[in-house]
């Protein structure tokens, strides 16, 4: 079945340090791809999404590029804040069921000033 | 437009007590998604229905839980019998039709003693 893997963590950085969180996926078929983030307390909320190879999604200052060669789907912003302490999801879907997703098993993020 | 709301935010019952959780959707969308998340992993889908038919169950939908979404809004669950593993926060979704990303309510945590 289909299947996401994330690094494992916990990452924790330094404000306006350069985050990478690695994704890779396994899917039959040609999945699409998101990133939703967690923060204390509150639900899931979809971060960025990508639906075909090569897209790059993004959505303040993260960005992911949707990598059918490598199965890919990496998680990078330039520099990070305080503010972005949450714990990451990346997940996968069909194209025709985009509610339906497979998730990695979350990154926790903490960035200290 | 207030979003995926959910409802109790958290319950504490004793071990084989039943319990009902409640889901409001946001307004028009037709699409409606149960996830099952324990500490430390990512959400597991459960089930999903479009309006109200319930279109796929999870093998992890065991025959003690139960969901209705009665006339294509709310939607309920409900978890007879409940075991200490059963312990989890449960998450609702919406989607406006089958291509569009799900948002994600804010979750009723379960804990059984």
């Known amino acids: 079945g289909d299947s996401v893997t994330q690094m494992e963590g916990p990452v924790t950085l330094s404000e306006e340090a350069f985050l990478t969180i690695n994704c890779t996926y396994t899917?039959?078929?040609?999945?699409?791809l998101f990133w939703y983030v967690q923060y204390p307390g509150e639900g899931l909320q979809l971060l960025l999404k990508?639906?075909?190879?090569?897209d790059k999604g993004s959505n303040k200052g993260f960005e992911a590029t949707y990598r059918k060669e490598t199965t890919s789907f990496h998680l990078e912003k330039g520099s990070v804040q305080v503010s972005d302490s949450a714990v990451y999801f990346c997940a996968l879907s069909e194209l025709t069921n985009a509610g339906k997703s497979t998730f990695g098993d979350g990154t926790t993020l903490t960035v200290k000033p | 437009d207030t979003g995926v709301s959910q409802d109790p935010r958290h319950k504490i019952t004793k071990r084989g007590q039943n319990v009902t959780f409640r889901c409001d959707p946001i307004s028009e969308h037709n699409r409606l998604y149960w996830y099952r998340q324990t500490l430390g992993q990512g959400p597991e889908f459960l089930t999903y229905f479009q309006n109200e038919a319930q279109l796929e169950k999870s093998r992890l939908l065991s025959d003690r839980f139960s969901a209705e979404r009665p006339k294509g809004s709310f939607s309920t669950l409900e978890i007879q019998r409940t075991e200490q593993g059963d312990s989890a926060m449960y998450l609702c979704a919406s989607s406006f039709g089958p291509n569009t990303e799900a948002f994600f309510g804010q979750g009723t945590r379960l804990t059984v003693v």
């Open positions: 990508a639906t075909k190879a090569d």
């Open positions: 899917a039959t078929g040609y999945p699409s």
